[in-house]
């Protein structure tokens, strides 16, 4: 049994479930692993040994308790189940049905878990649903089994101790000088108190545990969240995350700078793509956006160049001089006077790595600082890629948001932010790349 429990833990995935829900299962476990063992003992140990009759007369006593002993036992476990293996199944299919639950979403909770609000499906249910299901399938198992024990379908309600057989004498040849008769034969027990006090326990059990599952299903249904990523966070995630204080807002900032560094100072784009070494039998080739970064050439307004067919007299005339279109800060071209800018150009002419390392200036305050850049001061900065908007959805702000590059977990603050103070927040938008 200690080895049935150990495994069922372990199928037990904790994210999956919330911390009462988690609590109920375990504690089921731990009680099936103690009845189980009880009622197969009780079992094994039940002889008709056990079994008193009060004979009389010259009669086989063996014979006559062991007739008594299989009436007892057809009159109270009518159809031939052992008792053991009816609580068996009873304590044991409902962890396994919390373990398939926990299975199939496991993949889910991890998604979620790694992702955060930006997992898909943005607003399936499923997890909801099977989680439902989870509470509701545990719930009627327990009250069927309670109905069973009720109506006395498997066993009596109750084990007597005192009980009349009624054996006929067909040979006659135990019951000395009588005729062919039914005789009546007091007998005793003292396994009966033990099993209907463990059997009242069970049901008890059942019925607790059956309540405690209805309760949360009510819980559940009366918040009406059921989106994945709502129902994670409100219901099933362990340690929910405080919602952030005013005073809070600038470590909120600076979590979301962090995360930007980190996801952009190996952009997959400069690998190394080719004979890329094993493990151990080299170093890698692989390239920092800060190591190969330079500053582009932006000429304002379309540029038109009257560009010969030789390609040396091409070379001559394009790119066009560095002294009137170089800038060193972003802040050389965006300020209040230019809110709005369109860049445009080949592709690979730089647009995505430009977007990339104005993100990352703004992240180590190089950029849009407010005490050193007062007339294009940003907050917050976002670099959204319509590269990842390819399944025609209608997004919501905070969808749209938290689908921006690096943002691991927008957060509420941030949010409101965002609609409060819009001329504070730099949004860039990257068509390609």
Known sequence: MRTIRANMDNLLIPSTF????????????????????MFLQMHNSETSSDFRCDVKDKIDKDFIRAKCFDQYQKQNNKLGVPLYAFIT?????IPVVSVIYSQCVKSIVEELERRHQDAEPRRSCCLFLAYFCQLAVSCALRIIFIVFQETELFYSKTFPANFTCSIED??????????KSADSFPCFTQRAADKNFWIETVKYANGFFALVAFLEILWILSRARKGNWQFYVDHLKSNPEPVQAPNDFSSVIQTLKEDCLRGTEQLSDLKQ???????????????????????VAIHEGRAL???????????????????????AKPEDIIDKKHANVLVVGRPGIGKTSLSTKMLRLWATDQAFNEDHHEKSHFNIVFLV??????????LSLRELLARAETVQRLDDSVLEF????????????????
């Open 385 to 394: 890629k319509f590269r990842r908007f390819n399944d025609n959805a209608e």
């Open 418 to 433: 965002v609609q409060n103070e819009p001329t504070k927040v730099l949004l860039i938008f990257g068509w390609t790349g």
């Open 305 to 327: 160049h009257d560009l010969k067919k030789d390609r040396r007299e091409q070379l001559k005339k394009y790119p066009p001089n560095a002294k009137d279109c170089h800038f």
């Open 170 to 179: 067909i040979s006659g040849q135990f019951l000395h000088n009588k005729t």
């Open 89 to 93: 199944v009873n304590v044991w299919v």
């Open 273 to 295: 793509p080719f004979r890329r070494p094993n493990p151990g039998e080299g170093p890698k080739h692989d390239l920092k956006i800060d190591e190969i970064y330079v500053n």
């Open 18 to 37: 919330s911390k009462p829900n988690l609590l109920t299962v375990k504690g089921w476990i731990v009680l099936g692993s103690i009845l189980t063992p």
